[in-house]
């Protein structure tokens, strides 16, 4: 049977680097038997103006249809004075939170084409090839109460930091499931020395590492894990974490590579089911310009093959083929250096497309 992929462009240069996605999927299908239909949706920004909403009924009721969903990026400066329940990103964790996308798979992988973008040394960052597994549906995020009051004469904000333990069993077995794919090592990160819900988290993934006693676990505050990710990150292979630790920590795990416009990102269901996208966000700075790095969304596109469309031949075949793109020398302005020959979004995509047939 058919798969169904829905495409959210979004805002910024999320048009632009998708087009490219697009354009790959369909030499996917018609050259190389993927079995797919795409259909195109609005969220975020674009979806504010076309319907006054961030996440219009419409694209959820196409996304809860779906086998897949990639997704450019949302959000611009025009949409930032929007009261708070229109903005973009209000569209964004909607979607994750309606779909129950809970796992959030971020890898940061060094490109060895790419080691001197980092702005580490080489030898810290050479190889380095870490997932870390972000919990993207509760938290602080999205835990209640939640708001701005007024209080004794003056305005107080608050939210509320909370985890079941149901939600801490589900990314904990999709992290270990996750490290034993791979190098077997899974380090879960909290502030069990301050906070209760970490003391439950790290009593959960104890209990879990019983039924996975082939992966190896160790936990590390999340202070300390900031610090190693920038002093030693080779030592980490799978890291699984909450929300809002998990936002930060990719950030900054996603910068060590020194390209994050090469980084995709998968945020799964418990079924197949999941949303693609880009890490880097809608950079309206060179919005429309044709100058996007379009690799970061080809190769979300290579993690649907992978993970929601039961393709990782043709996965493994675009991944080889931008392998390829960067032997040949081709750069965007966001990985160009010296030697390396600077193309604009389009050029790229086309050439990965042409890469696919070697
Ligand atoms: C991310 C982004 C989002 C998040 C924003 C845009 C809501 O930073 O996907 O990491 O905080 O989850
Ligand atoms: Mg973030």
């Not at 920038?230 to 699984?240: E, G, I, T």
Request: proline share 5%; with cysteine.
């Amino acid at each position: 049977m058919s798969k169904k992929i829905l495409v959210l462009p979004g805002d910024g240069i999320g048009p632009e680097i998708v087009n490219e996605a697009v354009k790959l999927l369909d030499v996917l299908r018609s050259r190389h038997g993927l079995d797919a239909e795409l259909t195109q949706g609005l969220l975020g920004g674009c979806a504010v103006d076309a319907t006054g909403k961030p996440l219009p009924d419409e694209t959820l009721s196409a996304a809860r249809e779906a086998d897949a969903i990639l997704l450019g990026a949302v959000g611009g400066p025009q949409y930032d004075k929007l009261d708070r329940p229109l903005r973009p990103e209000r569209g964004l964790l909607a979607i994750r939170s309606e779909l129950e996308l809970f796992g959030n798979l971020r890898p940061a992988i060094l490109y060895p084409q790419l080691a001197s973008a980092s702005s580490l040394k080489p030898e810290v960052v050479s190889g380095l090839d870490i997932m870390i597994v972000r919990e993207l549906t509760g938290g602080i995020y999205f835990g209640q109460p939640r708001g701005i009051e007024q209080a004794d004469g003056e305005r107080r904000g608050y939210n509320t930091l909370a985890y079941k333990e149901s939600e801490i069993e589900r990314i904990g077995r999709l992290a270990f499931e996750t490290a034993r794919k791979r190098d077997g090592r899974l380090c879960s990160v909290d502030k069990a020395n301050v906070l209760e819900v970490s003391e439950l988290w790290r009593e959960v993934m104890e209990r879990l590492h019983a039924e996975y006693p082939d992966v190896e676990l160790s936990h590390m505050y999340v202070d300390n894990a900031a610090m190693q990710l920038v002093r030693a990150p080779k030592q980490f292979d799978v890291m699984v974490t909450t929300n809002m630790f998990g936002d930060i920590l990719s950030d900054c795990a996603a910068m060590l590579t020194g390209s994050i416009g090469m980084l995709p990102s998968a945020s799964l269901d418990r079924h197949s089911k999941g949303m693609y996208e880009p890490i880097h966000g809608s950079a309206p700075d060179i919005a429309g310009q044709g100058l996007a790095n379009p690799l970061a969304t080809i190769l979300s596109v290579a993690m649907m093959l992978r993970y929601s469309l039961d393709e990782p031949a043709l996965a493994d075949r675009v991944e080889a083929a931008v392998g390829r793109v960067l032997d040949q020398g081709l750069r965007t302005g966001d990985i160009h250096t010296e030697g390396t020959r600077r193309v604009g979004t389009a050029e790229m995509g086309e050439a990965v497309i042409a890469a696919l047939a070697e």
